[in-house]
């Protein structure tokens, strides 16, 4: 399918002529930061039009170097105060221009980001981090495809009501488990048909909704594609979910596990690598139940190899590691199944639709950084030849003999600061910008009182 032929996806021209005709009359020009978030500019059409679409526009380059306050945080080689916090250069791709339907007469398009005076891509920026590892791939003649499954929770307050609740008390949509649940599920259509029918005019294609085990808890399929047409998708998704429930007066989270006796959130990563037209997965030899090619098994084993150096890739706030419980269908045990779903690696399919469904991102990861490093790890694989475990078949949450996913963010730091590998797939730029973007996330955690250690120790410690 070609990015024309997707309802919502717009064109240079397209939007010259609706913008001359009255139909489109703002532009979110957009780049995703290190938590996700889409920042950037609103620009009047014709303005866009006259100077952006060609020459870009301007941006301090703090925000790749802020926490979620937007704080500016020392430490950081890239921008500091020494540095003076300069300007990024904030080029337009056009593959990815389209409607924001969700907002009336806007359209939205995806910058890449540069050094301001020579045009030098940003290493340490999200979309170019992953770009990086798509040019590995593409080294080898291979490209990858990916689909994702990230789930939420819907809840009766706005976003300003759970505020001022200090975050406690909130009311899900739903008062009892809603998996697959039609009756449900319509209570919470008024949300969800909003959300699904915005992203499908809107050039992020929807396969459906479905309600999830937890209670108000819902999950969302997005179409496969390219895996940078997947990220961008992905933090499309998720921005637009929140001004919509925003707009309907209500409130959702992405959060991995928003309260300990609630299941938590996933974003289940579907991958496949693919040779021009043809799917390079399937092959002729028995892995499992399946007959897979050495670039199968080869990526699979660099994917599993790697997952405990790189799961704050996949998990990176402190809250994100209450995620991995027993028997709460996230992921504890490093293994890989068929269509297993107590396993962190999950293969589905058969033939040209044999791919990797990797469990363990949470759905507050960046989708940016969480492809990134599934394609650095597969990749690093079938460039050394390394070779999965045997398949594990039975309830892995059983299994003691397995590695696990680590049980906090401490744990998953020190992972990725002893890890050779992370340092020099992604290059000791990125490795220390994310490294610190983590620890930082850890420090301020660290720093604050919890109303859980109040409720504990106020008046019995």
């Known amino acids: 399918m070609s990015l024309g032929s997707i309802p919502g996806m717009l064109t240079h021209a397209e939007l010259s002529t609706l913008i001359e005709h009255g139909e489109i009359e703002t532009v979110l020009a957009v780049f995703p930061d290190f938590y996700g978030r889409l920042m950037g500019k609103r620009i009047t059409g014709h303005f866009f039009l006259e100077h952006v679409a060609n020459d870009g526009?301007?941006?301090?380059?703090?925000?790749?170097?802020?926490?979620?306050?937007m704080d500016a945080i020392p430490g950081y080689r890239f921008a500091n105060w020494e540095r003076g916090y300069g300007d990024m250069h904030c080029v337009p791709d056009f593959s990815t221009l389209r409607r924001a339907?969700?907002?009336?007469?806007?359209?939205?398009?995806?910058?890449?980001?540069?050094?301001?005076?020579?045009?030098?891509?940003?290493?340490?920026?999200?979309?170019?981090?992953?770009?990086h590892q798509i040019e590995r791939a593409q080294a080898l003649g291979l490209a990858a495809m990916c689909g994702s499954e990230y789930e939420l929770y819907l809840f009766k307050e706005s976003f300003e009501d759970a505020s001022a609740k200090g975050f406690h008390n909130l009311e899900p949509i739903g008062s009892y488990n809603e998996d697959y649940h039609i009756l449900q599920g319509s209570k919470e259509e008024g949300l969800m048909s909003a959300i699904r029918r915005s992203?499908?005019?809107?050039?992020?294609?929807?396969?459906?909704?479905?309600?999830?085990?937890?209670?108000?808890?819902?999950?969302?399929?997005?179409?496969?594609c390219d895996v940078l047409g997947q990220a961008d998708r992905n933090a499309i998704y998720k921005h637009a979910a929140k001004e919509i429930a925003w707009q309907q007066g209500k409130a959702i989270t992405f959060m991995a596990k928003w309260d300990e006796r609630h299941t938590g959130s996933s974003a289940h990563l579907h991958l496949s690598l693919w040779s021009g037209n043809t799917p390079a997965f399937p092959g002729d030899e028995p892995l499992g139940p399946v007959m897979a090619s050495p670039i199968f098994r080869h990526f699979l084993g660099g994917w599993i190899a790697h997952a405990r150096e790189l799961s704050v890739c996949f998990a990176p706030y402190p809250s994100s590691y209450k995620r991995y419980q027993s028997r709460s269908w996230a992921p504890t045990g490093?293994?890989?199944?068929?269509?297993?779903?107590?396993?962190?690696?999950?293969?589905?399919?058969?033939?040209?639709?044999?791919r990797i469904e990797c469990r363990i991102p949470g759905a507050d990861a960046n989708p940016y950084i969480a492809y990134a490093a599934a394609l650095a790890a597969g990749?690093?694989?079938?460039?050394?030849?390394i070779e999965p475990p045997p398949i594990f078949q039975g309830d892995i949450y059983a299994a003691r003999e397995l590695p696990h996913v680590p049980g906090s963010l401490y744990e998953a730091i020190g992972e990725f600061e002893r890890s050779?590998?992370?340092?020099?797939?992604?290059?000791?730029?990125?490795?220390?910008?994310?490294l610190q973007f983590v620890r930082t996330e850890q420090r301020k955690f660290d720093e604050v009182v919890t109303s859980w250690e109040r409720a504990r120790y106020f008046e019995r410690a």
Not at 212 to 224: F, I, K, R, S
Not at 422 to 434: N, Q, S
Request: with cysteine.
């Open 57 to 69: 526009m301007h941006a301090c380059d703090y925000l790749l170097a802020c926490d979620m306050e």
């Open 101 to 131: 339907a969700w907002l009336p007469k806007t359209a939205m398009v995806i910058c890449d980001l540069f050094i301001d005076g020579s045009h030098e891509p940003i290493p340490v920026a999200p979309r170019q981090i992953l770009r």
């Open 199 to 224: 992203l499908d005019h809107s050039g992020v294609p929807v396969e459906f909704s479905k309600g999830e085990a937890g209670l108000g808890q819902q999950e969302l399929n997005l179409q496969y």
């Open 334 to 354: 490093i293994a890989w199944s068929y269509d297993n779903r107590t396993a962190g690696f999950r293969v589905v399919g058969r033939g040209k639709s044999l």
């Open 379 to 385: 990749l690093d694989g079938i460039e050394n030849q």
């Open 420 to 434: 050779t590998f992370a340092r020099r797939a992604f290059g000791d730029d990125v490795y220390e910008h994310y």
